[in-house]
């Protein structure tokens, strides 16, 4: 059975950087797009960045786009965001999600299959 589990969110100050990372176990990460969402209270999921399957091509929300830097660690079988500068708008709950078929880009709240239940990033000032 195919188990997705997010980790590296917390607190942070306005500026700091933090690491997350998504771990799968019965699925090989490295044969799937791969993104990562967020959520905050009272408003829908959105898309932050991704990894397609086919030459690990990333692509970013335009909020995040040269803060926040995707990347996979096949050895692993791990996908990591980093997250650099962060600002008070990047508080949520972030999500990984990993796509139902193997191949592909694009990565969305209805292509994703697996869903980790989500890690806390708080940013303050």
């Known amino acids: 059975q195919v188990q997705v589990v997010e980790s590296g969110g917390g607190l942070a100050q306005a500026g700091d950087s933090l690491r997350l990372t998504c771990a799968a176990s019965?699925?090989?990460?490295?044969?799937?797009?791969t993104g990562w969402f967020r959520q905050v209270s009272g408003k829908e999921r959105e898309f932050v960045a991704s990894?397609?399957?086919?030459?690990?091509?990333?692509y970013y929300a335009g909020s995040v786009k040269g803060r926040f830097t995707v990347s996979r660690d096949n050895a692993a079988n791990t996908v990591h965001l980093q997250m650099d500068n962060l600002k008070l708008e990047d508080t949520a709950v972030y999500y990984c999600?990993?796509?139902?078929?193997?191949?592909?880009?694009?990565?969305?709240?209805?292509?994703?299959?697996?869903w980790g239940s989500g890690t806390l990033v708080t940013v303050s000032a």
């Open positions: 999600g990993v796509n139902r078929h193997p191949g592909g880009v694009a990565v969305t709240t209805s292509s994703v299959e697996y």
């Open positions: 019965g699925r090989t990460l490295s044969n799937y797009a």
């Open positions: 990894i397609s399957w086919t030459g690990s091509v990333p």
